[in-house]
Every structure is written in structure tokens, then in C-alpha cells.
T-cell receptor, first 114, second 116 residues
Framework: AQSVTQPDIHITVSEGASLELRCNYS??????LFWYVQSPGQGLQLLLK??????LVQGIKGFEAEFKRSQSSFNLRKPSVHWSDAAEYFC????????????FGTGTQLKVEL | DVKVTQSSRYLVKRTGEKVFLECVQD?????MFWYRQDPGLGLRLIYF???????EKGDIPEGYSVSREKKERFSLILESASTNQTSMYLC???????????????FGDGTRLSIL
């Protein structure tokens, strides 16, 4: 079965600094990969997705992620963080024939210092 | 935009009660899902449905059941609520048929359920 690891539970960055959130997955073939963001008291909003093709994908709110097959990683990046980016971020993996089910990581809580 | 609406944002119930959580989506999506979210555990899939009247168990179905009588509505039922079911419950939907879709899931705002 597939699995997702987000090794950082909490991350704090200063506003304007760059950000990288780590995500590693375990699956034998190429998975479908997603990043979601959850603001306090809200549901999850899709930031970006990777299915195939170009390994660098662009998302909403200035986020991007890079799929690296050799490292089984799909890290999320943003060049300059804004205070409004403070939220919890979830990486998720789906698999071919998996019936559109997703397996989620445990999340990374991002704090932005002004 | 896809709209997934959960009937209650906050709900307080007592141990042993039968609890219904309702979810409605307005995009004619085939697939619907129920998750629970607990700190440090991420999202865990309770049940999902690919079609009306169809349901499949997720990773943690014990103590729960579901109903999907209409395509747009997916209900989660706690047959006899217990304190360990206090949690945030999230509903999601996605397009795609036959259970082979790779389309992203769209989420409601969640129901925070407390069982006293």
C-alpha cells in the first residue's frame, strides 16, 4: 500500500523568506500527487497536482512543487512567504486503479513571523 | 467552483446517540468521501462511494455507516456515538467514473463533532 511522510510537523519562517515543505511517498509506480492547504477552521483547498509530464508543477498562490522520482519526493516551495500563508499543509498520494482514494500525510503546520 | 456543503460546522452530542452528518455537493460528482481529522494523524478515510447506493469501507469504518440515496448527498452515521469519535469530520467529492479517476478531491469546511 502507498504511504506519505511529511517529516516536519512544524515549520516557522519569516515573512519574505523562501519556503520548502517536504513530502516523501512510498509506491512502486508513478503516483498521482497533490498538495492541499488548510486554513484554521476550514476545509482543504487544492494547491497543485502532479499526474505526469513536466516534473515541476505550478499551483495557486505562487506555490510550486517538484516531483523527483529518484528520491520519491514531491516537495512544495514558495520563493517569498506572505503572512497569509500561515496554515497547515498536506501532501497526498493517489495510485493507478486506486479508485480515486487518496492517502494523506500527517501535515506540516506553517507559522510565519512578521 | 465546486461547492461541498456540510450541514453543521459544530455539533455536540451525547454518548450513545445516533448521529447524522450530512454532505451535499453541487457539481454532479460521482465520488464522495468521508474523512476524520485528528491532530498528528492527518486525514483518515472512513467510507467512500463511487455511485448512488454504493459504498466501500475506508481505513477506519468501525462504528460508522454511510448512506447515499441521491448522487449529490452522502451521509455519515454514527450508530451509537462514543467519546473517541470526537473529531473533525471532512466530506469530499471528485469527478470520474469507475473508480479509476485521478481527479482531485474537493472538500467541505468540516464538522467539528464533540461527544460528551
Amino acid at each position: 500500500a502507498q504511504s506519505v511522510t511529511q517529516p516536519d510537523i512544524h515549520i516557522t519562517v519569516s515573512e519574505g523568506a523562501s519556503l520548502e515543505l517536504r513530502c516523501n511517498y512510498s509506491y512502486g509506480a508513478t503516483p498521482y500527487l497533490f498538495w492541499y492547504v488548510q486554513s484554521p477552521g476550514q476545509g482543504l483547498q487544492l494547491l497543485l497536482k502532479y499526474f505526469s509530464g513536466d516534473t515541476l508543477v505550478q499551483g495557486i498562490k505562487g506555490f510550486e512543487a517538484e516531483f523527483k522520482r529518484s528520491q520519491s519526493s514531491f516537495n512544495l516551495r514558495k520563493p517569498s512567504v506572505h503572512w497569509s500563508d500561515a496554515a497547515e499543509y498536506f501532501c497526498a498520494v493517489g495510485v493507478t486503479g486506486g479508485g480515486n482514494k487518496l492517502t494523506f500525510g500527517t501535515g506540516t503546520q506553517l507559522k510565519v513571523e512578521l | 467552483d465546486v461547492k461541498v456543503t456540510q450541514s453543521s460546522r459544530y455539533l455536540v452530542k451525547r454518548t450513545g446517540e445516533k448521529v447524522f452528518l450530512e454532505c451535499v455537493q453541487d457539481m454532479d460528482h460521482e465520488n464522495m468521501f468521508w474523512y476524520r481529522q485528528d491532530p498528528g494523524l492527518g486525514l483518515r478515510l472512513i467510507y467512500f462511494s463511487y455511485d448512488v447506493k454504493m459504498k466501500e469501507k475506508g481505513d477506519i469504518p468501525e462504528g460508522y455507516s454511510v448512506s447515499r440515496e441521491k448522487k449529490e448527498r452522502f451521509s455519515l452515521i454514527l450508530e451509537s456515538a462514543s467519546t473517541n469519535q470526537t473529531s473533525m469530520y471532512l466530506c469530499a467529492s471528485s469527478s470520474g467514473t469507475g473508480g479509476w479517476s485521478n481527479q482531485p478531491q474537493h472538500f467541505g469546511d468540516g464538522t467539528r463533532l464533540s461527544i460528551l
